[in-house]
């Protein structure tokens, strides 16, 4: 196998309050798929991000063609052949294909014009190269499917000279139709001689496509094997690992009665056929990939976007739930999965944000009682051990763990009986992480119902009772605690990706 | 995942897409709409199909079509400019002082523009570097211009221009010159738009500016060039406006930035930026300008006119809403 | 920085302060330049004169908080008086009724502007744009550029009479600034409206009812410029389809260079008092001192840019919050 064209070494990234990457080795050589992996928050976007010089790295060293390289914007990695797709594409709807592909880099003529049919020329050659043929490159991107939109993403990358593609889980989206084609273009870029960086959440891809393997697991260097000498078990232990149990102490509670009832609820695009039962005192993890429909599931309890069928019981009486406020008086609680855009309004002060959702029990007649709002706040930094200077101070200045102590006080607030906590635990340090988990354990005890919507396998077999599996939107499996293991649930978020790959590598 | 129930619909086969995208062109729509207003009004009334009338359709607005190209490049950036009305105001007594005070003509026409040019470029300027709201900066130069200019005059008018000034009524060919103007500069600033880099960095930053950034295009230098760009058509707006009478009114016309805007928005420019054209905005101004004309032939009173223009505003903005509602439902999301 | 304090309390705090030093600066200064400036009817005078203005700027300092804007306010102001004309005049509703019935149109004006914005989602820049036109446009076609004169005498007490020695429109804004000023800073409304103009999405996610809080908004933007409207009829005895124009421009002025953000999250009722009480007194005592009418709006322009400046300095030198 040939050299490395890229390599990095001892890499490691820090953000206030989170450790990202710690000593990160990972290379890319010619004319090879190079697959990364790991769970959500292991620090793959991390780590792409300091190759495509988003970041930079707080220490270690980058080499490109065996000499040192730092680069300080993403300009200046694309200049040196290194080109990235992200998951969300980064094309202008209104203008063509070609235009796109050539996006600040377009051929002039001699008057410092665009050289408009030169680009449509070299952008129809870009794409017959990848052997595209079926793509107008006049059309107006706004129209393509997103299958088509990536192809021209490509496209664009390459227009670059691109030695180094990095893709950013490029099958989050697609058809089957798309993956297949997808695949052909990988490999044919490979057979170029094209490094190619792939990130995914689906091992059977990796199988069907890739050469190495790098495994990350949080924000650590875990392994790089090659392709065949690894196989579809050993790839997810090594993803999982093994974590101490100690930080998940869900202690038994006495279940109650049924207090929320799912019955066939569908709501397009992502909710379909969903039925669930959640007992008081009961935590009810939901396991599931990104984009299996889990947040989507919550919303449509919360009324955010209201069922579009099916029936939702509280205490065995019917219920329509057609709006968070209508949800919140039904005793629903919902902790949003981004904090700083759903969960927080973060220039704002602490008691105003903790209050936010339960301004009617902190007012009379509408009118305001800044008394029983400093009470509030002052009664939650006590109870979640919130580390901020008072209750005067401002959200965004907080660390992320308790900033999500706020975002989860803010609606036990409401007093709610029904609490569904999305990703409770993401992106924060580990001593918070217990606390949470502890509060979570606490209000189990005293009889609240609790939905937990978590990627990491850990957490969801520590914390839960019974875990949901979800994928493409539907339930497709439940499982009791005894009798679940990461292997079993990883297997059963993944087992549709296995058969669609099945199919595409026909 | 790839479950089939997850995904978008399949790209469009050519041959269905042509279709409706000829249909929702907004440049077709204002042109067949202007054709049947000439063919319906001129039944009803012959007179509004004369050639006088038709001149002064035209004579009339042509400066309200030129400023309104560079307006459409400001919103397609993703800006405002509201004080485009008194700078055309400033611009044309600026442009008779200098006139009547003895300056070549040829400079009275050109310091205008210059001035403008310079105007504007400090006004994106602040909008760029300074991060200050489009809508508040030209709300604050709105004032100062229009203030600025009734100190300046006193409100008198400026009279005994020299000849060879009126720019605006000479007729080379026979046909007017603000027809020219309009014509030769919405052509002119169409191929700019379409063919030159920084036009197509224009509708890149207004339509998605964390995609033009990752591209290497300049938000704050896009924007300044909008405005500097904008100052010139602005400036010659402000010169067919200032030539077209024997008298120049030291008064800002009431509600120029709304005729303006108007035109640029029913033209099909989305004020939520990154499209539209300025064929459609210079298309938009005639038929304003018709509409207008049309209403005394049909013995509607005039005074409907800007009721009739909020119709066509609301109705222009409501079908771009549709649209991106539709869009945005195509893609799944 | 310390801890301990809010930086968005402290920077309200701090333009307040610079606007309330800039207003005894210009008081002294003009009590100095011209001499009838100073007397307690001129004051009060200029009190009237500033009503109109002011009664609608208060709600678009809510507005402007939930990061809005409403340009239509002009347009329903001179709609709102052209209904009270022809009510009153053309259709011969008592005009009492003819009052209602013109803060109903006034309101209901809002009402459209605010249903389109939160069931569409059509920009407020936008939407009310359209109805700048629209409105101005049915004022002009449904009176076709006709005034109306001859009201009773009555009528007049509400824009030129006086209660207790004070101008009867001045009551009228006092009572209105109160329940404005205890709305915004007292209230869960108020609260929700900074958490929207923050952050809309995270508003929706705590289960406040965004769309209606905006609805109520806006109508109340078009109630208000209905009362104006009607006022200055009662001040000028007569109604005119013009009635308005650019009257959007003077109290978004008044509104920003009272420290409210057009960004959303940042304002106060107290800012905005000051801010059209600081331009009217400008105007004022320009114009007594020789200086054109028309002339003070360059003042008010500066006024407006450098306030934004400032404000801009300042927050940099924060570090920037946002």
């Known amino acids: 196998m040939s050299d490395p064209i890229l390599k990095l070494a001892g890499i490691s990234k820090s953000f206030p309050g989170v450790r990202a990457l710690s000593d990160i080795t990972f290379d890319v050589r010619t004319a090879e798929v190079h697959a990364l992996l790991g769970e959500n928050g292991a620090g793959k976007s991390t780590l792409i991000k300091i190759m495509s010089g988003v970041y930079q790295p707080d220490e270690g060293v980058m080499t490109l063609d065996g000499g040192t390289v730092a680069f300080n914007s993403p300009q200046e990695a694309q200049d040196r052949g ?115 960086v792939y990130i995914s959440h689906r091992l059977e891809e990796v199988f069907l496509l890739a050469d190495r393997v790098t495994v990350l697991r949080d924000g650590e260097f875990v392994a790089t094997k090659p392709v065949s000498e690894t196989d579809h078990d050993g790839l997810i232990e090594m993803m999982v690992g093994r974590r101490l149990d100690a930080l998940f102490p869900k202690t038994e509670a006495p279940l109650g009665d049924v207090v929320l009832e799912l019955e066939n609820v569908s709501r397009q695009p992502l909710t379909k056929n969903v039925s669930l039962k959640l007992r008081a005192g009961e935590i009810l993890g939901i396991a599931g990939l990104v984009g299996a429909g889990r947040s989507e599931l919550a919303e449509v309890i919360f009324g955010m976007t209201p069922a579009e069928s099916g029936t939702i019981r509280i205490d065995g009486k019917n219920v329509k739930i057609g709006s968070p406020s209508a949800a919140k008086k039904l005793g629903i609680a919902y902790v949003p999965e981004d904090r700083g855009r759903q969960g927080l309004v973060r220039p704002m002060r602490l008691a105003e944000n903790v209050s936010l959702a339960s301004l009617g029990r902190i007012s009379q007649g509408g009118f305001l009682n ?137 | 995942m790839a479950a089939p129930e997850a995904t978008t619909a399949p790209a469009p086969t050519p041959r269905r897409r042509w279709v409706p995208r000829i249909a929702l062109s907004q440049e077709l729509v204002l042109f067949l709409a202007i054709v049947a207003l000439f063919v319906v009004v001129g039944a009803i009334n012959p007179r509004f199909v004369a050639e006088r009338n038709l001149q002064s359709i035209f004579l009339g607005n042509a400066y309200i079509a030129v400023a309104a190209i560079g307006m459409s490049m400001v919103i397609i950036s993703g800006n405002i400019d509201i004080s485009v009305g008194s700078l055309i105001g400033v611009l044309a007594t600026v442009s008779g002082t200098l006139a009547v005070a003895g300056v070549p003509i040829i400079l009275s026409w050109i310091i205008p523009v210059l001035l403008s040019i310079a105007f504007t470029t400090t006004m994106g300027a602040m909008v760029a570097y300074l991060r200050i709201p489009s809508i508040v900066v030209s709300l604050g130069f709105l004032s100062i211009l229009k203030g600025g200019l009734i100190v300046a005059t006193g409100g008198a008018w400026i009279n005994a221009l020299p000849d060879g000034f009126q720019l605006a009524q000479m007729k080379p060919l026979g046909i007017p010159m603000p027809i020219y103007f309009m014509v030769i500069l919405t052509i002119a600033a169409a191929l700019w738009m379409r063919l030159s880099a920084t036009g197509r960095s224009i509708y890149a930053v207004g339509g998605n500016a964390e995609a033009a950034r990752l591209s290497g295009i300049s938000r704050e230098r896009t924007v300044v060039k909008v405005f500097a760009i904008h100052g010139f058509f602005v400036g010659i707006a402000a010169l067919l406006y200032a030539t077209q009478l024997a008298i120049i009114q030291s008064t800002v016309p009431p509600n120029l930035e709304l005729t303006i805007i108007t035109a640029s928005v029913v033209g099909g420019v989305s004020i939520l930026g990154g499209t539209g054209t300025v064929v459609g905005s210079t298309l938009a101004a005639v038929l304003l300008a018709a509409i207008g004309s049309s209403l005394i032939f049909i013995n509607v009173s005039p005074y409907w006119l800007r009721a009739v223009q909020g119709v066509l505003i609301l109705v222009t903005v409501l079908a771009d809403m549709w649209r991106r509602m539709r869009q945005a439902r195509g893609r799944g999301r | 920085m310390s801890d301990t304090t809010a930086p968005r309390m402290r920077l309200t705090v701090t333009h307040e302060l610079v606007l309330l030093i800039a207003l005894f600066v210009s008081l002294a ?176 996610y705590s289960a406040i009812k965004v769309d209606r809080i905006k609805l109520i908004i806006y109508s109340l933007s078009g109630f208000m410029s209905g009362l104006a ?94």
Not at chain 1, 120 to 132: F, G, Q, V, W
Not at chain 3, 57 to 78: E, K, N, Q, R, Y
Not at chain 3, 315 to 322: L, M, P, T
């Open chain 1, 370 to 506: 800044r008394q029983s709002e400093a009470t509030l706040a002052r009664k939650s930094i006590d109870q979640f051990r919130v580390r901020a200077s008072g209750i005067d101070q401002i959200v965004s200045k907080l660390s992320g763990g308790n900033q999500q102590k706020i975002g989860l006080s803010k609606w036990l607030a409401t007093e709610p009986r029904i609490l569904i906590m999305d990703e409770p635990t993401r992106g924060i340090d580990v001593g918070a992480k217990a606390e949470i988990h502890r509060m979570m354990s606490e209000l189990a005890q005293e009889g609240m119902a609790i939905i937990m919507i978590s990627s990491e396998l850990p957490e969801v077999l520590g914390m839960s009772d019974r875990i949901l599996v979800m994928r493409g939107g539907r339930v497709v499996a439940e499982v009791d605690r005894a009798d679940a293991t990461q292997e079993s649930l990883a297997a059963s978020m993944m087992s549709d990706a296995a058969a669609s790959m099945a199919v595409a590598a026909e």
């Open chain 1, 82 to 196: 290194i080109a990235t797709i992200y998951q969300e594409l980064l094309l202008f709807p209104e203008l063509t294909v070609a235009e796109n592909i050539f996006m600040g880099h377009a051929p002039k003529n001699r008057f410092g014009a665009i050289d408009w049919s030169t680009m449509r020329e070299e952008a129809r050659k870009l794409l017959a190269s990848l052997d595209i043929h079926d793509l107008d490159v006049t059309s107006m991107v706004g129209t393509l499917s997103v299958g088509n939109r990536q192809r021209v993403e490509i496209a664009k990358a390459l227009s670059h000279n691109a030695r180094i593609l990095i893709m950013d889980e490029p099958t989050a989206a697609l058809t089957e139709h798309d993956v297949e084609r997808l695949f052909g273009i990988v490999r044919l870029l490979r057979s170029r001689g094209v490094g190619v």
């Open chain 3, 29 to 204: 200064v003009l009590s100095v330049t011209a001499e009838r400036f100073m007397s307690v009817g001129n004051l009060l005078n200029q009190g009237r004169l500033m009503t109109e203005v002011a009664l609608v700027a208060l709600p678009m300092t809510f507005i402007i908080i939930t990061a809005g804007i409403d340009l239509s306010v002009g347009s329903m102001f001179g709609l709102s008086a052209i209904m009270l004309g022809v009510f009153w005049h053309n259709l011969g509703v008592p005009l009492p009724a003819a009052m209602a019935l013109a803060l109903v149109v006034g309101t209901a004006a809002g009402f459209f502007n605010g249903l389109l914005i939160t069931r569409l989602r059509v920009p407020p820049l936008i939407m009310t744009l359209a109805t700048l036109a629209l409105y101005r446009g049915l004022a002009e076609g449904i009176s076709q550029a006709r005034s109306v004169r001859g009201y009773p005498e009555w009528f007049f007490v509400l824009g030129q009479g006086e209660v207790l020695g004070v101008p009867t429109q001045l009551w009228i804004l006092v009572v209105a600034i109160i329940i404005f000023w205890i709305v915004l800073s007292r209230t869960t409304f108020g609260r929700s409206l900074y958490a929207i103009g923050h952050n809309e999405t995270a508003a929706r």
């Open chain 3, 229 to 322: 409207g009607v006022i200055f009829v009662s001040r000028v005895s007569t109604t005119r389809s013009d009635m308005g124009t650019g009257l959007e421009l003077d109290v978004i002025a008044a509104v920003v260079l009272g420290g409210t953000s057009i960004f959303g999250g940042v304002g106060t009722i107290a800012g905005t008092v000051l801010g059209f009480t600081l331009i009217q007194l400008l105007k004022n005592g320009l114009a007594l001192t020789g200086v054109k009418g028309d002339a003070t709006i360059v003042v008010i322009g500066t006024v407006l840019i450098l306030s934004i400046l400032i404000t801009n300095f300042l927050q940099h030198r924060r570090g920037g919050d946002g």
